[in-house]
């Protein structure tokens, strides 16, 4: 017998990201769009009649939905980037009581960027300097970029040492990233550059299908792909 569809709240609906996850999920049979949530709709309300959310607003709407999510009991994908230490914190106490994928990146390609960074650095050893590069459109409004960060702490517990990210805003670039290791006589890059943000829209709604019911917890992107 077919299961019946997965019912979707998506928050931050109106905006780019919204959008694209909008545009995604109505061409995909397994998901029904049970609520679109912006500036001045009830979380709650709309979390109520859903199996999961998945959130690409800002990070001043956190606490809504962390309060929403532990009322209902519901499981939770988070695509917003630049959250504080307090609300990274209200995430993790979120996360002891219900799913959470929490991703700076939703794109594969990212995924294995962050992987292959991982081994790129163990491989190389301390003779090779990393930095990062992130350009992305003029409208972003985080600085540096979550993907940024997140390569920043992949290589910060390798070297123990704070990397240097330069951050590059220009017309409408969706996303691009570069991981450089600088060494004695040689350099190695590993880029990566999302043409079109339908990319992050599928890993979120792939990331909702794989948590509706996983246990409590704060889950990445990598736990989603087995990396
Ligand atoms: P955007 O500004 O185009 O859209 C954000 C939307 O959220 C707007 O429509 C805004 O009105 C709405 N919003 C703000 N506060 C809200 C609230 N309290 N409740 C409901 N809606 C609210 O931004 P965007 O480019 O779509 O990016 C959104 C977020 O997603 C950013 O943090 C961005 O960095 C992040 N992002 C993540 C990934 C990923 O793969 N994880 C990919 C792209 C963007």
């Known amino acids: 017998m077919k299961s ?3 019912r ?3 928050i931050g609906a109106a905006g780019r990201m919204g959008k694209s996850v909008v545009d995604v999920a109505q061409n995909d049979p397994e998901i029904q769009i049970a609520a679109l949530c912006d500036l001045g709709d009830s979380i709650e309300s709309g979390l109520k009649n859903s199996d ?3 959130d690409f607003s800002q990070a001043e709407s956190l606490e809504e939905i962390c309060r929403a999510a532990l009322h209902h009991r519901k499981p939770l994908v988070i695509g917003t980037t630049g959250h504080s230490q307090r609300q990274r914190e209200i995430l993790e106490e979120t996360g002891r009581s219900v799913a959470i994928v929490l991703a700076s990146n939703f794109s594969v390609g990212v995924n294995v960027l962050f992987w ?6 163990e491989l190389l050893g301390s003779d090779f300097d990393p930095e990062i590069i992130e350009t992305h459109h ?3 409004k985080d600085s ?9 702490e992949i290589l910060n517990t390798l070297r123990n040492s704070e990397i240097s990210i330069q951050s590059i805003r220009e017309g409408e670039v969706v996303g691009e990233h570069t991981v450089i290791f600088a060494g004695p006589g040689e350099r190695l890059e590993l880029t990566h550059r999302a043409a079109d943000r339908a990319i992050f829209a599928a ?5 909702a299908k794989w948590i509706i019911n996983k246990a409590a917890g704060l889950y990445s992107m990598q736990d989603v792909l087995g990396l």
């Open 52 to 54: 999961v959310a998945i």
């Open 116 to 121: 292959l960074t991982r081994k790129t650095a």
């Open 8 to 10: 979707l709240t998506i």
């Open 144 to 152: 540096p970029s979550g993907t940024a960060k997140s390569l920043g």
């Open 4 to 6: 019946a569809p997965i």
């Open 138 to 140: 003029k409208m972003k």
């Open 203 to 207: 890993g979120a709604l792939r990331a």
